[in-house]
């Protein structure tokens, strides 16, 4: 998946109802899987996912749809 297929399948889990805040960190469930992110002590943002591990590694600034989620989620929470 490239990006703008990745923040498109975010988008969808958001509006999906996928993406949920437990305060401090978000889980997103995505084909009867569930991720935790949360923003680590350094400020980067990670997931649990199989993806965001493995391809961060390589590329700091990748993204995964589940981080994309709740990228849309914390965006809707700020709205009046």
Do not use: W
Request: charge should be positive; include cysteine; proline fraction near 2%.
């Amino acid at each position: 998946m490239n990006t703008n297929e990745r923040e498109r399948r975010g988008k969808e889990l958001f509006e999906a109802g996928a993406a949920i805040c437990h305060g401090v960190y978000y889980r997103v469930a995505d084909n009867d899987m569930q991720y935790t992110i949360f923003r680590g002590k350094d400020g980067r943002i990670f997931c649990t996912c199989a993806n965001q591990k493995e391809k961060s590694k390589q590329d700091p600034l990748y993204r995964c749809e589940h981080i994309y989620a709740v990228k849309y989620a914390a965006l809707a929470r700020q709205q009046p």
